[in-house]
């Protein structure tokens, strides 16, 4: 994230809530939806409670999205998509999301469900 400019930077600090476009992996067709980004140490993280979504399916078909920010700052940012698979990866990362999460933690999230079944991605902002 050290490529963006400082607004935007400051927006994805603060401005969980964005929509992501992503291209139908059976459509081709662009979808759109809300979903939160979150800024951890400087990488951008997205995931979903446990469970298949339709938005990671497309994004592991098709790895470029367009992440939308729609808070005080508004823009179209072009993004590629890494799917973090590695099982202690995917662990550090959600044991962090926990930690730095005060909504996380008051739903008793449950690290190790996450980490076997929800969708968990890096998104490179270009």
């Given amino acids: 994230m050290q490529n963006l400019g400082p607004l935007v930077r400051e927006a994805l ?23 939160w980004a979150h800024n951890l140490e400087d990488r951008l993280i997205q995931t979903a409670s446990p469970g298949r979504r339709s938005w990671y399916a497309n994004m592991l078909e098709t790895p470029k999205i367009t992440l939308h920010l729609k808070g005080e700052v508004k ?3 072009a993004a590629t998509v890494r799917p973090i698979l590695d099982e202690s990866e995917r662990r550090d990362v959600l044991t962090r999301l926990n930690a730095a999460s005060a909504f996380r933690q008051s739903q008793n999230m449950d690290v190790e469900e996450w980490v076997r079944n929800s969708c968990l991605v890096e998104l490179s902002v270009e």
């Fill in 75 to 77: 823009a179209d940012l």
């Fill in 13 to 35: 600090t603060i401005d969980m809530v964005v929509d992501i476009t992503t291209i139908g992996r059976k459509t081709g067709q662009p979808r759109r939806i809300e979903i």
